[in-house]
């Protein structure tokens, strides 16, 4: 096979054909991992692997984080994550609806996630696309002002604040068990970080999880973030990918956020397999 890297716009996306991401030297997984970092998402299609080979592929990028959502984990893999409106025998088969709000994964972990390895299992006819904003990309264009504005800020990120903010009104959606809410206390992360392996910048918020910019006034703080998040999702920073199953995507948490897209109904299946990597190096 021989392997070729497309590059999709010019701020990020890149489509690698002529791989088997079971069988990959390191050669090959070094290209794939240059390729995560220039380009941020990474899309692999026709990918045939089990849990075991979604798992060893990710471990190859970085030790492995497991989600706070107990119930929605693959039993023997609990490395796994499963998004998923399948109900199998009245069981659901994972969490319907996740990330259907820009966010980057886990950032309301003390340690945040490096990037996830997403597998498609089963995709609707149409629809269910997922949506990436590259976040170094709206760093570079924000005016000199503002950069310096940003420059020592922190923010208060909480993963109740996506559930109660997005997650609550989305029908259909079961609530998130309190026990695993409280698991998660607010943590603070600078709003600018520096990408550890590209040396970029880029801006460390998302409508998800960041509940405020410290030490401004709420209303002060919500004015900046409504901006940004403006700033942030321009069509120019932007890459929209629409699922064919045996996908696999690989997003860079430090350099995007994302958003899954609700437009399909319940007679749609869409089933998908999310591992996370745990981020050791940010600056
Ligand atoms: O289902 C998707 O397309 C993405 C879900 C999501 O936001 C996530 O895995 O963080």
Redo the contacts with the bound molecule.
Sequence with gaps: MNMTCRQMTPNLGAEITGIDIANLDNKTFDTIYDAFNRHSVVVIRDQNITPEQHVDFSRRFGKLMIHVLKDELLEEHPEV?L?SNVVENGKPQGRPN???YW?S?LTYEKTPSKG?V?YAVEVPECG???MFAHTAAAYDALSEPMKEFLDDKTAIHHFRHAIEKYTKNIPGTAPVPEEALNARPPVEHPVIRMHPETGRKCLFVNPGFTVRIKDLALDESDTILEHLYRHMTKPQFFYR?S?QPRDIVLWDNRSLM????GDYGPEQR?H?H?T?IMDSEAA
Excluded at 258 to 261: I, L
């Design positions: 994550y998004i996740a990330g259907q966010h994964d996830s997403m269910g696309d997922t990918h699922w994302h958003c899954a897209v869409r998908m999310r996370t």
